[in-house]
């Protein structure tokens, strides 16, 4: 089994930590020990999520997790097309330095690995099929 830690963006780290830190300051400053044990709670939970993103190659099998809110697998078979993107939608990636992948049924799931090209090189090595369309 291949595990493949999700990136993490620093944008986004950057970003989350601005609007944390900013209105934890406020609430630290107004005294709203509520407001600041929530930012805290919120904080924790997202590092949470961060650290419990990856993806897994086995057996064929590509699985996506995410914390406990998503645990998807696909078959590699049915992969059709992988592409970078940068695309920001919702997706179990923590980077906008992302990867797209289409199965054949036009479904498709956005994740960001680590090791982008290893993985997908594993990939092509279960399903030489699969193209791939990379950035400039």
Same mark, same amino acid.
């Given at each position: 089994?291949?595990?493949?830690?999700?990136?993490? @963006?620093? @944008?986004?780290?950057?970003f989350?930590?601005l609007?944390?830190?900013l209105s934890s300051?406020?609430?630290?400053?107004?005294r709203?020990?509520?407001?600041?044990?929530i930012?805290?709670?919120?904080?924790?939970f997202i590092a949470?999520i961060f650290?419990?993103?990856?993806?897994?190659?086995?057996? @064929?099998i590509?699985?996506?997790?995410?914390?406990?809110l998503?645990?998807?697998?696909?078959?590699?078979?049915r992969?059709?097309e992988?592409?970078?993107?940068?695309?920001?939608i919702?997706?179990?990636?923590?980077?906008?330095d992302?990867?797209?992948?289409?199965f054949?049924?036009y479904?498709?799931?956005?994740?960001?690995?680590?090791?982008?090209?290893?993985?997908?090189?594993q990939?092509?090595?279960?399903?030489?099929?699969i193209?791939?369309?990379?950035?400039?």
């Open positions: 089994m291949l595990i493949y830690k999700s990136k993490i @963006g620093i @944008g986004i780290v950057i989350i930590a609007i944390l830190g300051y406020l609430m630290i400053k107004d709203v020990w509520i407001g600041l044990i930012n805290v709670l919120v904080a924790v949470y650290l419990q993103t990856y993806y897994t190659i086995d057996k @064929g590509l699985r996506v997790k995410c914390a406990f998503i645990n998807k697998s696909f078959e590699i078979s992969v059709t992988v592409r970078e993107t940068n695309n920001p919702s997706a179990p990636a923590t980077s906008l992302r990867l797209e992948i289409v054949d049924n479904e498709s799931v956005i994740i960001s690995p680590k090791q982008k090209n290893d993985f997908i090189l990939l092509r090595k279960l399903n030489p099929k193209i791939v369309y990379l950035k400039k």
